[in-house]
Structures are given as C-alpha cells and as structure tokens.
C-alpha cells in the first residue's frame, strides 16, 4: 500500500423548522461516517463509509484501471488537536426554547435554524493523526406578504441572537415591497445581494480548482495567473483561518490550510490546489484537498467603498436571493439563475415595484468583470441554495442579461 487516509466525520445538529412565525418541529440528528483513500501505486479508490469493518477494497484495487492523477498525502506525522467550541451553540441543543421570543414578525415567517458540532479527525499511512471540533450556528427566513415575499440568511460560528432577529428583520423589509412592475429582456444595471453573491461566488472558486482548470471544465482554464479577469473592485479570497463557517486547520491531505487569494483587485492570482493536482500545474499546494478534487473551504470578497444604500440610487435591478442556477457551458462560464425574494426594480433610488420570475443569462467572467462598485457592508451567508459558507457585499453589476424566467 503506497499510500491511505482515514477521515471521520461526526456531527451532532439542531434544525429547527419554523412554518407561520411558529417552532414546527425540532429534529436532533446525529452523523459518523468515514471517508477513505487506498492506493497502490497507481490505481486508487476512495469511498465513503459508515463503518471501517466495511472497508475490505485491498485486492480490489489491482483490478481497477490505473490514473494519471494519483491522490497522495502529506508526509507528515504527529498528533494535532484543535477546538473552537462556542458554549452559546452548545446549550441550544438543551434548551431550544429561547429562539420563541426572537421569531415575531409582521408576517408569516418560513425558515430553519441549524445547529451543529462537528469534529474531523484525519490518520494517515505517514502518522499524522489530526482532530478538530467547531461549532456553526446558521439559519433563513422568508417572510411572506400576500403575493409577495423576502428572504435573508446568517452563519456563524457562534451562538447569537442579533443574527437571527435581523435576518427577520431584512426578510420583512423586502417582504413589504409591493407592486409588480414588468421588465422585458435585455441588460441592466443590477444590484446583486450577499445571499446572490453566496451563491455566484462558490461557483468561481469551484472553477478556480486546479481540478476544474486542469480538465477545461472552467471559465479560467484559458487564463493564466497573472491575467486581468475580473474588474479591478474584485478580490475574491479563500479564507479558511478565520471565524466563518467551515473554517478548518489542516486539509484532507494533512496539509495545513492558508488564506489563498484566488483573484486580487481583478487579477486572477491562484487556483486552489492539492499536492497531486498541484504538481501537474508545476505550483505547490494551497491546502484545498479533496484526495481528488481540490475546493474552497470558506469565501470572502473584500469590501467596497461605498455605502449599500447608494448603490441602490439611480435606476437599478436589485437581485436579493435566486436558484435553479444551471450551466449550459461551464468551459465559457456560460449560465442562468432565477431570482426570488424578491427582485426589486429601483426607479430613481426608489422601489418601483417588484419584477417576478426574471431569470440572469450571461457569463461568470462577464459578471465579475462588470463589477462597478461593492459595499463597504458585508454579511456572512450560508443556506440551501448558498452551502459554502462565505462573507460578501452588495454588487452593482453593470450591463446583466436579463430574461423573463
């Protein structure tokens, strides 16, 4: 055996349902599983399991094809340990009920609150045995107004009630918007919100992958770093040493993890790397395994200069959540997502009304590229539709596709 990892994942989590401002349902769920690298020389296999006594895939692998990218792993041993354990998260799984008074609303509220601890625990075949345990507190609501409606988020790695009483609060600000106001397609200047940006932004670090790159199954595979790709308000960072979500010490490779600048001031500075993947580029690993496929841990795009409320004076689009995002090029960042929640037309900084099911059809490189200013605010947003966790401002994009979805 050339090579092999061991990876355990054990979880405890708090959801909470909340349907019409009222607790549904509580659930307390509890997870272990394990993710686990073999290699022989050049064949490998990796696959995920509930129990080790299932791992018997030795003898299987001299019957498995051999690869050109081989997952390797750090030749690095000793123990490591580390804890960023919040307290506050902690005592909601004993006693939920101090979220009742926090859910009032003028209108119906719809969302979850999630509660987790979770632990990661790495061994690898050179000695290194790692673990580490953080808490994430996260959660949505979407207040509905008749016909209309609005929706925010929060993530954090603590426990704390401002973040829930003001995702209510913005919900419902954008739930009070009334008035439905038609567009016809064609290109617009558009505000897109943090909870849209969350979701565009994990796209680009994902294409940023030297995997991704590597295959030509990026927007970024005909750049090189050093290539101007974006607008010069542009930095968008990999940032797992911090506070947010998905924060985490080592990689599955056992390699420490970095801040890494994916692009700085609209220069595309690096793509995120493992060993392997790494060594085929000709550059040094970032600390972003996947045993595979290399991956952003946790985003940040640097703030802007501005206000967020000027950037909704004048006549803009603002764009405050979206799904059903699809590629129909990934190679030419080609794709298209609908809004929801609402899209709000400005008219001389104004709500003129509000836009319904119109849909965004244009390029990931044409949108960052496009950006003409970001807010000096920022928010930590992490849900369903925007599962990477990360921290981002008000965009004003400038000349978006628009169709009517």
């Known amino acids: 055996m050339n090579a092999y990892a061991v990876q355990e994942i054990s979880s405890q989590t708090l959801v909470i349902k ?3 401002s009222k607790i549904e349902t509580i659930q307390r769920l509890r997870d272990k599983y394990y993710n686990v690298l073999l290699r022989k020389g050049n064949r ?42 919040d307290k506050g998260v902690v005592n909601l799984f004993e006693d939920s009920s101090r979220l009742l008074p926090l859910l009032n609303s003028r209108y119906p509220l719809y969302g979850t609150v999630t509660a987790t601890v979770i632990t990661k625990r790495l061994t690898t075949i050179h000695g290194f045995e790692g673990e580490e345990s953080r808490t994430w507190f996260q959660g949505y609501f979407r207040a509905k107004n008749g016909d209309y409606s609005g929706q925010w988020a929060f993530a954090s790695s603590f426990y704390d ?23 016809s397609d064609g290109k617009y200047d558009v505000v897109l919100s943090p909870l849209v940006m969350g979701n565009l932004m994990a796209t680009v670090a994902y294409s940023a992958s030297g995997y991704s790159i590597m295959t030509g199954n990026s927007f970024l595979s005909t750049h090189k ?9 542009f930095t968008l960072i990999d940032n797992p040493k911090g506070d947010e979500l998905n924060s985490w010490e080592f990689d599955d490779e056992a390699v420490p993890t ?60 603002l764009f405050n959540n979206n799904w ?16 929801r929640d609402a899209v709000v037309v400005i008219r001389g900084g104004k709500p003129a009304g509000v836009a319904g099911r119109v849909r965004i059809a244009d390029k990931l490189g044409k949108i960052i590229s496009g950006i003409r200013e970001l807010s000096k605010e920022r928010y930590p947003v992490a849900w369903w539709d925007a599962p990477l966790p990360g921290v981002y401002p008000f965009a004003l994009v400038e000349g978006v596709n628009l169709t009517r979805a």
């Open 324 to 339: 059903y995002t699809r590629f129909q090029n990934r190679a030419e960042g080609q794709f298209s997502t609908v809004g």
């Open 44 to 85: 490998f296999t990796v696959t995920k399991v509930s129990s080790l006594d299932k791992v018997s895939l030795d003898k299987a692998l001299d019957k498995l094809p051999e690869s050109r990218i081989v997952p390797t792993v750090l030749e690095r041993s000793g123990k490591y340990s580390f804890s960023k354990v």
């Open 18 to 20: 909340v349907v019409e």
């Open 225 to 233: 770093p050093g290539d101007v790709v974006a607008s010069q308000k």
């Open 258 to 317: 970095r801040k890494t600048t994916i692009v700085n001031k609209g220069v595309y500075t690096s793509p995120l790397l493992n060993i392997e993947v790494g060594k085929m580029l000709n550059q040094d690993t970032t600390g972003n395994a996947g045993w595979v496929y290399p991956r952003p841990w946790t985003l940040e795009v640097l703030p802007g200069e501005v206000s967020e409320s000027s950037l909704l004076e004048g006549n803009v689009i």
């Open 161 to 183: 009630e401002r973040k829930v009483k003001d995702t209510i609060s913005r919900a419902e600000e954008y739930a009070s918007i009334t008035g439905k106001y038609e567009i």
